[in-house]
């Protein structure tokens, strides 16, 4: 739970002093804060943006960006599974000792369906490369999903500046095609309007879109290692090992990935 308020805070605090650097910025530069809206100029670039992202990907992933952004908000470094180590360990146990009954009863108890489908696999005595098999495909599977919306935060990304330039051509065009019909101060302004839109497209690009993609870059590393971690116990599960011997060893995996939650991941083979 501190984790995902951490994460909230961390989100909040940089979009909102995103905001106020740009704010302090016109401020201080004596320029007037209502020069910089732009409400036909934000319409192309988010327009644009959205149209060229549909365009290059399905609908189906793009809609799917959004949903992972709410996500993103609130389940970061969700770190749940640590909570089903007791629940692992009494399956182990009463697996060791031939009780099946019970071990399914324990097994009814997790919360984390990946541990509670490669437990259950594990009591119908399924082959282990049969279950590894399964485990992988399963990591495989995540990690493609959420590596493909932070690809296309990326694109918008890369999207979001060029219509902001677009943006600002189609206020260039109309301000020389007025020529002769107003002064330096109407040009000036219409200048100045025109140039919002190259800001909303770098604004977008680099405080909105890229970051967000780097933070689902990082949610999707720790998400795998913790589904690892889970492959790892239910491996240990397969082998009839002591049930201390799986804590021992969950503890210590567990250790190291929230020793990694402020460093690069590298994410270990588990074939």
């Given at each position: 739970?501190?984790?995902?308020?951490?994460?909230?805070?961390?989100?909040?605090?940089?979009?909102?002093?995103?905001?106020?650097?740009?704010?302090?910025?016109?401020?201080?530069?004596?320029?007037?804060?209502?020069?910089?809206?732009?409400?036909?100029?934000?319409?192309?670039?988010?327009?644009?943006?959205?149209?060229?992202?549909?365009?290059?990907?399905?609908?189906?992933?793009?809609?799917?960006?959004?949903?992972?952004?709410?996500?993103?908000?609130?389940?970061?470094?969700?770190?749940?599974?640590?909570?089903?180590?007791?629940?692992?360990?009494?399956?182990?146990?009463?697996?060791?000792?031939?009780?099946?009954?019970?071990?399914?009863?324990?097994?009814?108890?997790?919360?984390?369906?990946?541990?509670?489908?490669?437990?259950?696999?594990?009591?119908?005595?399924?082959?282990?490369?049969?279950?590894?098999?399964?485990?992988?495909?399963?990591?495989?599977?995540?990690?493609?999903?959420?590596?493909?919306?932070?690809?296309?935060?990326?694109?918008?990304?890369?999207?979001?500046?060029?219509?902001?330039?677009?943006?600002?051509?189609?206020?260039?065009?109309?301000?020389?095609?007025?020529?002769?019909?107003?002064?330096?101060?109407?040009?000036?302004?219409?200048?100045?309007?025109?140039?919002?839109?190259?800001?909303?497209?770098?604004?977008?690009?680099?405080?909105?879109?890229?970051?967000?993609?780097?933070?689902?870059?990082?949610?999707?590393?720790?998400?795998?290692?913790?589904?690892?971690?889970?492959?790892?116990?239910?491996?240990?599960?397969?082998?009839?090992?002591?049930?201390?011997?799986?804590?021992?060893?969950?503890?210590?995996?567990?250790?190291?990935?929230?020793?990694t939650q402020h460093a690069p991941?590298?994410?270990?083979?588990?074939?």
């Amino acid at each position: 739970m501190k984790r995902i308020i951490e994460t909230r805070k961390s989100t909040l605090i940089g979009l909102l002093g995103g905001v106020f650097v740009l704010a302090v910025t016109a401020i201080i530069s004596h320029q007037d804060i209502a020069a910089l809206i732009n409400l036909p100029g934000l319409i192309i670039v988010l327009g644009g943006t959205l149209a060229a992202t549909l365009v290059s990907r399905p609908v189906h992933d793009v809609m799917g960006v959004f949903k992972s952004l709410r996500r993103l908000m609130h389940d970061e470094n969700k770190g749940g599974v640590d909570d089903d180590i007791p629940h692992l360990l009494n399956i182990a146990y009463w697996y060791r000792a031939g009780n099946i009954k019970e071990a399914e009863q324990a097994i009814t108890q997790i919360s984390d369906p990946l541990l509670r489908a490669g437990a259950q696999l594990v009591i119908d005595q399924e082959p282990i490369h049969d279950i590894v098999r399964f485990l992988q495909w399963r990591i495989a599977s995540v990690r493609t999903k959420e590596q493909g919306d932070a690809n296309i935060l990326r694109a918008m990304a890369t999207f979001a500046p060029a219509f902001g330039m677009l943006g600002t051509l189609f206020g260039l065009m109309q301000m020389l095609s007025s020529l002769g019909h107003g002064g330096l101060p109407e040009m000036g302004a219409t200048m100045s309007f025109t140039l919002t839109t190259t800001l909303y497209g770098l604004v977008l690009a680099n405080m909105i879109f890229r970051p967000l993609a780097m933070k689902m870059d990082r949610r999707v590393q720790h998400q795998i290692m913790g589904m690892n971690f889970i492959l790892e116990g239910i491996m240990l599960l397969h082998q009839r090992r002591h049930p201390m011997i799986i804590k021992e060893a969950l503890t210590m995996y567990m250790s190291q990935l929230q020793s990694t939650q402020h460093a690069p991941i590298v994410l270990a083979k588990t074939a």
